[in-house]
């Protein structure tokens, strides 16, 4: 598995989840400039390992009314293709921030998106860096066509993403990978690797052959004063010394798991207490670290349960 650190942090945040062979998932429309700090360094230091993931940006142009230029970003990819390891595809988003899509333009969107898909893939050196995106709530048979199609030399896409799950209730994005996996066990295509955009449900990784994921959720966590532990996510700022799932609430023995976890990635107590950029730090750590360690617990269905049963 591999976890894709999501977001614009601080450039010296960054740097050190670049240094420590983090893996990073950076805007094309957002964060141009963090991008080509990464390449410097990776031009300068050598390779440490992190791989980076190149999201399109088309969702935050789309919030914005406008849109990403396929032929300017093939282009900037190209330009860039030894720094970069995936790479979503410019998909569409139907309807208007402001009004629910109707089912038809949903629908126009992902023939576009897969539209997309096909024109970038001719036109891109690294093909199999490129991912089509299929979303939440898209018809079906979008999916399919994507698992089922191969190119001029008989070859599948290797690579796709699962996307849409961002803000959807925990029920929705678990309905949405069984089908999705269900559908990609069927296919022509079963060994296809998966990315899940924006979902870091740790359980759902687990639950779920997926290859790869990214989120912001390291950097948020942080920002609101708390931590990632075995414990589950625990309060640690100053400012949030009054809720009970505060660090100074916890039993003895508890605060003494959470110190020992900090002591064993090269931190205290006190700097995640007052220093965010820690927090940041501590929380890729857990992130990729239980990445590294990711097992893939295959569920049983109750029927097959039964059958093995008899």
């Not at 126009?108 to 891109?124: D, G, H, S």
């Not at 559908?183 to 449900?201: D, E, L, R």
């Amino acid at each position: 598995m591999n976890i894709y650190l999501a977001g614009a942090s601080h450039q010296a945040t960054t740097k050190w989840i670049q240094q420590q062979g983090y893996d990073k998932l950076l805007s094309y429309m957002n964060d141009k400039s963090l991008i080509e700090k990464w390449i410097t360094n990776v031009k300068q230091k050598g390779d440490t390992g992190s791989k980076l993931f190149i999201d399109s940006g088309a969702f935050t142009a789309w919030t914005k009314g406008k849109e990403v230029d396929v032929d300017a970003y093939i282009q900037w990819l190209n330009e860039r293709v030894d720094y970069i390891y995936l790479f979503g595809q410019v998909d569409s988003i139907p309807g208007n921030i402001d009004k629910a899509p109707t089912q038809s333009q949903v629908e126009e969107a992902a023939q576009k998106t897969w539209e997309n898909y096909l024109y970038m893939r001719e036109r891109i050196i690294n093909k199999d860096g490129l991912l089509y995106t299929y979303h939440v709530g898209e018809p079906q048979k979008f999916l399919e066509q994507a698992l089922n199609w191969t190119d001029e030399n008989g070859e599948h896409i290797k690579y796709i993403a699962l996307g849409g799950m961002v803000s959807k209730a925990k029920p929705v994005k678990e309905a949405f990978l069984s089908r999705c996996f269900e559908a990609i066990k069927k296919s022509t295509n079963p060994n296809v690797k998966t990315h899940a955009f924006g979902m870091t449900s740790l359980d759902l990784l687990e639950k779920y052959p997926i290859t790869s994921a990214d989120s912001t959720g390291w950097l948020m966590t942080a920002m609101t004063g708390s931590i990632f532990t075995e414990l589950g996510t625990v309060c640690v700022s100053e400012q949030t010394e009054k809720n009970p799932d505060n660090f100074t609430n916890l039993l003895p023995r508890k605060q003494k798991v959470v110190k020992d976890h900090l002591l064993e990635l090269g931190y205290t107590y006190e700097q995640v207490r007052t220093d965010r950029y820690a927090r940041e730090e501590v929380n890729a750590a857990y992130l990729s670290e239980w990445a590294k360690n990711y097992v893939y617990k295959e569920t049983i269905s109750h029927q097959t349960k039964l059958f093995k049963m008899f």
